[in-house]
Protein backbone atom coordinates (compact mmCIF):
# COMPACT_ATOMS: atom_id res chain seq x y z
CA UNK A 1 0.00 0.00 0.00
CA UNK A 2 3.05 2.55 0.72
CA UNK A 3 4.45 1.54 -2.19
CA UNK A 4 1.55 2.75 -4.34
CA UNK A 5 1.46 5.75 -2.37
CA UNK A 6 4.72 6.49 -3.02
CA UNK A 7 4.58 5.81 -6.89
CA UNK A 8 1.26 8.33 -6.98
CA UNK A 9 2.98 10.84 -4.95
CA UNK A 10 6.07 10.41 -7.70
CA UNK A 11 3.75 10.79 -10.72
CA UNK A 12 2.56 13.93 -9.23
CA UNK A 13 5.62 15.44 -8.87
CA UNK A 14 6.68 14.81 -12.30
CA UNK A 15 3.28 16.19 -13.46
CA UNK A 16 3.93 19.36 -11.75
CA UNK A 17 7.27 19.42 -13.21
CA UNK A 18 6.32 18.94 -16.57
CA UNK A 19 3.14 21.34 -16.16
CA UNK A 20 5.94 24.06 -15.21
CA UNK A 21 8.39 23.10 -18.40
CA UNK A 22 5.31 23.51 -20.81
CA UNK A 23 4.93 26.84 -19.79
CA UNK A 24 8.66 27.82 -19.99
CA UNK A 25 8.73 26.16 -23.40
CA UNK A 26 6.04 28.14 -24.89
CA UNK A 27 7.53 31.16 -23.77
CA UNK A 28 10.67 30.23 -25.45
CA UNK A 29 8.82 28.57 -28.84
CA UNK A 30 6.80 31.76 -29.38
CA UNK A 31 8.82 34.89 -28.63
CA UNK A 32 11.51 34.00 -31.16
CA UNK A 33 8.63 33.18 -33.70
CA UNK A 34 7.25 36.28 -33.02
CA UNK A 35 9.81 38.57 -33.01
CA UNK A 36 11.41 37.00 -36.03
CA UNK A 37 8.54 37.60 -38.16
CA UNK A 38 8.62 40.90 -37.49
CA UNK A 39 12.17 41.74 -37.45
CA UNK A 40 14.15 38.67 -39.10
CA UNK A 41 17.44 37.62 -37.84
CA UNK A 42 17.51 40.75 -35.41
CA UNK A 43 14.30 39.14 -33.80
CA UNK A 44 16.39 35.97 -33.02
CA UNK A 45 19.00 37.93 -31.19
CA UNK A 46 16.11 40.03 -29.32
CA UNK A 47 14.48 36.74 -28.17
CA UNK A 48 17.67 34.79 -27.05
CA UNK A 49 18.18 37.83 -24.69
CA UNK A 50 14.77 37.56 -23.35
CA UNK A 51 15.38 34.08 -22.51
CA UNK A 52 18.73 34.73 -20.88
CA UNK A 53 17.03 37.52 -18.56
CA UNK A 54 13.95 34.69 -18.11
CA UNK A 55 16.31 31.94 -16.93
CA UNK A 56 18.19 34.59 -14.70
CA UNK A 57 15.47 35.19 -13.02
CA UNK A 58 13.91 31.91 -12.36
CA UNK A 59 17.35 30.35 -11.15
CA UNK A 60 17.24 33.53 -8.77
CA UNK A 61 13.46 32.80 -7.65
CA UNK A 62 14.29 29.31 -7.09
CA UNK A 63 17.35 30.30 -4.98
CA UNK A 64 15.19 32.38 -2.79
CA UNK A 65 12.41 29.83 -2.35
CA UNK A 66 16.09 27.28 -0.92
CA UNK A 67 16.96 29.34 1.45
CA UNK A 68 14.00 29.27 3.05
CA UNK A 69 14.33 26.32 6.43
CA UNK A 70 10.90 24.79 5.20
CA UNK A 71 9.97 21.16 6.40
CA UNK A 72 8.23 18.22 4.94
CA UNK A 73 5.92 16.75 6.76
CA UNK A 74 3.23 13.99 6.74
CA UNK A 75 1.39 14.47 10.05
CA UNK A 76 1.03 18.17 11.95
CA UNK A 77 2.25 16.43 14.76
CA UNK A 78 5.94 16.49 13.10
CA UNK A 79 6.44 20.25 13.60
CA UNK A 80 7.05 22.79 16.46
CA UNK A 81 6.36 26.02 17.25
CA UNK A 82 7.73 28.87 15.08
CA UNK A 83 8.40 25.98 12.46
CA UNK A 84 8.39 26.67 8.90
CA UNK A 85 6.09 24.09 7.09
CA UNK A 86 4.65 22.09 3.77
CA UNK A 87 2.84 18.74 4.13
CA UNK A 88 4.52 16.11 1.40
CA UNK A 89 1.33 16.64 -0.99
CA UNK A 90 1.88 20.03 -1.07
CA UNK A 91 3.02 22.03 -3.88
CA UNK A 92 6.50 23.57 -3.95
CA UNK A 93 5.46 27.54 -3.70
CA UNK A 94 3.54 26.78 -0.62
CA UNK A 95 4.94 27.81 3.02
CA UNK A 96 2.85 27.09 5.99
CA UNK A 97 3.55 28.57 9.49
CA UNK A 98 3.05 27.44 13.13
CA UNK A 99 2.76 30.65 15.53
CA UNK A 100 1.99 30.54 19.26
CA UNK A 101 -1.20 32.52 20.21
CA UNK A 102 -0.65 35.86 22.38
CA UNK A 103 -1.51 34.62 25.61
CA UNK A 104 -5.50 35.22 26.20
CA UNK A 105 -6.03 35.29 22.81
CA UNK A 106 -8.05 32.35 20.95
CA UNK A 107 -9.22 31.26 17.37
CA UNK A 108 -11.80 33.58 15.93
CA UNK A 109 -14.31 30.64 15.19
CA UNK A 110 -14.61 27.25 17.29
CA UNK A 111 -13.04 25.49 14.13
CA UNK A 112 -9.99 27.41 14.21
CA UNK A 113 -9.74 27.19 9.98
CA UNK A 114 -7.59 30.02 8.75
CA UNK A 115 -8.92 32.73 6.81
CA UNK A 116 -8.35 34.36 3.22
CA UNK A 117 -6.39 37.70 3.20
CA UNK A 118 -8.70 39.48 0.13
CA UNK A 119 -7.37 42.63 -2.03
CA UNK A 120 -3.78 41.19 -2.60
CA UNK A 121 -4.59 41.69 -6.09
CA UNK A 122 -4.07 45.81 -5.58
CA UNK A 123 -1.55 45.05 -3.37
CA UNK A 124 0.66 43.02 -5.56
CA UNK A 125 4.09 45.05 -5.52
CA UNK A 126 4.03 45.26 -1.36
CA UNK A 127 2.27 41.57 -1.28
CA UNK A 128 5.71 40.35 -3.28
CA UNK A 129 7.96 42.05 -0.88
CA UNK A 130 6.21 40.46 2.12
CA UNK A 131 6.19 36.94 0.63
CA UNK A 132 9.78 37.43 -0.24
CA UNK A 133 10.87 38.61 3.32
CA UNK A 134 12.50 36.24 5.83
CA UNK A 135 11.08 38.00 9.06
CA UNK A 136 7.56 38.32 8.72
CA UNK A 137 4.37 38.74 10.53
CA UNK A 138 0.68 39.44 10.27
CA UNK A 139 -1.54 42.15 12.54
CA UNK A 140 -5.15 43.20 11.88
CA UNK A 141 -7.12 46.22 13.07
CA UNK A 142 -10.59 47.41 13.00
CA UNK A 143 -10.76 50.23 9.47
CA UNK A 144 -14.32 51.47 9.56
CA UNK A 145 -15.59 52.96 7.00
CA UNK A 146 -19.15 54.83 5.96
CA UNK A 147 -19.96 52.41 2.75
CA UNK A 148 -17.74 49.08 5.53
CA UNK A 149 -18.14 50.33 8.90
CA UNK A 150 -16.95 46.22 10.00
CA UNK A 151 -13.96 46.14 7.83
CA UNK A 152 -10.91 44.79 8.62
CA UNK A 153 -7.30 45.71 7.41
CA UNK A 154 -4.80 43.24 7.43
CA UNK A 155 -1.10 44.93 7.99
CA UNK A 156 1.86 42.86 6.69
CA UNK A 157 5.04 43.47 9.05
CA UNK A 158 8.41 42.28 7.26
CA UNK A 159 12.53 43.55 7.57
CA UNK A 160 14.62 43.29 4.53
CA UNK A 161 17.86 45.14 4.21
CA UNK A 162 15.58 48.90 3.18
CA UNK A 163 14.81 48.51 7.20
CA UNK A 164 11.70 47.35 8.66
CA UNK A 165 8.05 47.88 6.84
CA UNK A 166 4.67 47.63 8.09
CA UNK A 167 1.81 47.73 5.34
CA UNK A 168 -1.56 46.71 4.63
CA UNK A 169 -1.75 43.62 2.52
CA UNK A 170 -5.38 43.63 2.08
CA UNK A 171 -8.65 42.87 4.29
CA UNK A 172 -10.31 40.40 6.21
CA UNK A 173 -13.63 38.49 3.96
CA UNK A 174 -16.59 41.00 4.54
CA UNK A 175 -18.77 38.33 5.73
CA UNK A 176 -16.41 37.46 8.31
CA UNK A 177 -15.81 41.06 9.19
CA UNK A 178 -19.31 41.21 9.47
CA UNK A 179 -19.96 38.38 11.93
CA UNK A 180 -16.43 39.57 13.79
CA UNK A 181 -18.21 42.76 14.50
CA UNK A 182 -21.95 41.44 15.51
CA UNK A 183 -20.52 38.55 17.11
CA UNK A 184 -17.81 40.05 19.42
CA UNK A 185 -18.80 43.75 19.93
CA UNK A 186 -15.10 44.96 18.39
CA UNK A 187 -13.57 42.60 21.28
CA UNK A 188 -9.66 43.10 20.97
CA UNK A 189 -8.21 40.98 17.49
CA UNK A 190 -5.29 40.03 16.54
CA UNK A 191 -3.99 37.38 13.91
CA UNK A 192 -1.03 35.19 13.05
CA UNK A 193 0.73 34.21 9.66
CA UNK A 194 -1.13 30.74 8.62
CA UNK A 195 -0.15 29.89 4.63
CA UNK A 196 2.07 31.80 1.63
CA UNK A 197 1.08 30.95 -1.44
CA UNK A 198 4.43 31.88 -3.45
CA UNK A 199 3.84 33.15 -7.38
CA UNK A 200 4.35 31.15 -10.16
CA UNK A 201 4.14 31.17 -14.07
CA UNK A 202 0.70 29.59 -13.57
CA UNK A 203 -0.48 30.81 -9.99
CA UNK A 204 -1.28 34.40 -8.34
CA UNK A 205 0.30 34.94 -4.68
CA UNK A 206 -2.11 34.18 -2.09
CA UNK A 207 -1.74 34.67 1.76
CA UNK A 208 -4.00 33.15 4.48
CA UNK A 209 -3.84 34.07 8.19
CA UNK A 210 -5.35 32.66 11.68
CA UNK A 211 -7.81 35.66 12.79
CA UNK A 212 -7.73 35.94 16.82
CA UNK A 213 -9.70 37.30 19.75
CA UNK A 214 -9.50 38.36 23.02
CA UNK A 215 -10.97 35.59 25.17
CA UNK A 216 -14.07 36.79 27.09
CA UNK A 217 -13.91 36.96 30.30
CA UNK A 218 -15.57 34.22 32.45
CA UNK A 219 -18.64 34.75 34.55
CA UNK A 220 -17.14 33.45 37.62
CA UNK A 221 -14.19 36.04 37.20
CA UNK A 222 -15.20 38.99 39.43
Not at 92 to 121: A, D, I, M
Request: with cysteine; proline share 4%; hydrophobic share 30%.
Amino acid sequence: MSKEKDLQEKTEEIGKKLRKWGCALTIFLTIPIILFVFLGPLGLIISGGIIVLYLIGRNKDNKNNDQEDVKIIRDYNEINEDDIYRFHDDDSNVLRFKRKKPEGYTRWNEKGKSQKVVGTSHRQEVCKKFINAKKRKVDVEYAPTEEHPSAIEVKGIWQDEEGIHNERIGYIESEISKEIYNTYDNLPIKANLATIYKPTDDKNLGIRIFLLRKKRPSKYEK
